[in-house]
C-alpha cells in the first residue's frame, strides 16, 4: 500500500532553515509527481511545491518563491523540501501528497514551527 513519511521538522527561529523528507513507498516513485502542502492552524491546507517525476520540472507556490526548492531523489524513494529564509506565517504541519490512479495519498505531517 502507499505509504508517505514526513520527517525534518521542528522548532527554527525567523530567518532560519529546514529541510523535510518524504519518504515514499508502496507505488513506482520514479514514475509520479509529487507535492507539498501545509496547514496552518485554522486555515485551509494549500499547496506548496511540486515536482514531476523526472525532478526536471518543479513549481512553487507564490510567497514560496525564492525560499524554498522542493528536489527528489528517485533511487532513495525520497522527495525534499529545503526552506530557507523561514517566517512566522511559514508556521505549519507540512504534508508529502501523491496522487496515484486517481486517489490521493497522504503523510502524517511535520510540525514547523517558526518562532523567536
Known amino acids: 500500500q502507499v505509504q508517505l513519511v514526513e520527517s525534518g521538522g521542528g522548532l527554527v527561529q525567523p530567518g532560519g532553515s529546514l529541510r523535510l523528507s518524504c519518504a515514499a513507498s508502496g507505488f513506482t516513485f520514479s514514475s509520479y509527481f509529487m507535492r507539498w502542502y501545509r496547514q496552518a492552524p485554522g486555515k485551509e491546507r494549500e499547496l506548496v511545491a511540486g515536482?514531476?517525476?523526472?525532478?526536471?520540472?518543479?513549481s512553487y507556490g507564490d510567497s514560496m518563491k525564492g525560499r524554498f526548492t522542493i528536489s527528489r531523489d528517485n533511487a532513495k524513494n525520497t522527495v525534499y523540501l529545503q526552506m530557507d529564509s523561514l517566517k512566522v506565517e511559514d508556521t505549519a504541519v507540512y504534508y508529502c501528497?501523491?496522487?496515484?490512479?486517481?486517489?490521493?495519498?497522504w503523510g502524517q505531517g511535520t510540525q514547523v514551527t517558526v518562532s523567536s
Open positions: 501528497n501523491v496522487a496515484v490512479k486517481g486517489i490521493n495519498f
Open positions: 515536482i514531476n517525476s523526472s525532478g526536471g520540472v518543479t
